[in-house]
């Protein structure tokens, strides 16, 4: 039992310490893979799925070294799985309104400078360079794809890099705009921008009102963690019931519900966004003749 237990931290420590020097040094996108995704489709950064298996691989090795309970290390490495989420759940919600903010102000911004008698593909070049931080690598591609492809291309590459479905009514705008040559294009960025704007103060609110609970979980996770490590280290002979199965079966329950707990919490504090009206794979396709035809 002894090298079983020995082989596995070795492994263990040695997955963990891989898997952390892969994290911190990030991941490259595969070929083709779109240049700005989402928070829950990030591949590289603190949420790389090699930088989870490092934390899971060192939490339990250090769990089970320290405890010698194999229920201490399973719990530890669920956590450590679970925490480079937990841990950016509210940065990617700060970035996510950030999005909205920076694409409302350069919605602004295409609208006063079409207003200026400036053509489409003229605005957007002029609007790329001083557009928000948070958008202006896709605005600068977007403006330099409208020089040398078609608008309605380009804009679609532009929303599929950004896959927010508020940037999907801005290109479907945009487009239907530079269709029509002009219209009511002003009113509609105009709407847009006060739609996203209102979205935006209502997610700050949301976060305002919410703040007291994320601080209270955060105390008690943190007063668990303490109250825990003290009590392996300084008082080991209180927790010897958990020597035997049952305290192990019981260890796993308790850490389970307490790990699931701060993952449940996390989940519900996401928005929900609406369907992208641009994501053409999720759109089923009508059936051909031919497959009506066929039983």
């Known amino acids: 039992m002894t090298i079983v237990v020995g082989a596995l931290l070795g492994a263990a420590m040695g997955g963990g310490a891989f898997g952390a020097v892969l994290g911190w ?3 490259p996108l595969a070929p083709g893979a779109r240049a700005l995704r989402s928070p829950s489709q990030r591949q590289c950064g603190p949420d790389a799925p090699i930088l989870r298996l490092g934390a899971a691989a060192a939490g339990g090795a250090i769990a089970i070294g320290a405890t010698g309970w194999l229920a201490a290390g399973l719990v530890a490495a669920v956590a450590g799985l679970a925490m480079p989420t937990m841990l950016r759940a509210k940065a990617d919600r700060d970035q996510e309104v950030e999005r909205l903010g920076a694409l409302a102000t350069w919605v602004e911004m295409v609208r006063d400078t079409v207003g200026a008698a400036s053509g489409l593909t003229e605005a957007l070049k002029a609007t790329a360079v001083s557009a928000p931080t948070a958008v202006r690598a896709p605005v600068k591609q977007l403006a330099a794809r409208a020089e040398r492809e ?59 009102s919410r703040a007291r609970q994320f601080t209270s979980a955060r105390f008690i996770a943190s007063i668990v963690a303490v109250f825990s490590v003290g009590m392996v280290v300084f008082s080991r002979p209180y927790l010897a019931p958990f020597d035997t199965m049952t305290g192990q079966v019981a260890l796993v329950v308790i850490g389970g519900l307490f790990v699931g707990s701060g993952i449940a919490l996390v989940k519900m504090s996401r928005f929900c966004r609406p369907p992208r009206i641009l994501d053409l794979a999720r759109i089923p396709t009508a059936p051909t003749p031919t497959d009506r035809s066929q039983p």
């Not at 040559?181 to 009113?187: A, F, M, V, W």
């Open 25 to 27: 040094r990030g991941v």
């Open 150 to 208: 078609p608008l309605p291309d380009a804009l679609a590459k532009f929303a599929g890099e950004m896959d927010h479905p508020v940037t999907d009514t801005i290109a479907v705008t945009l487009g239907l705009a530079s269709a029509n040559h002009g219209g009511s294009l002003q009113e509609a960025l105009a709407e847009i921008a006060k739609s996203t704007r209102q979205e935006v103060s209502m997610r700050l609110r949301i976060e305002t």
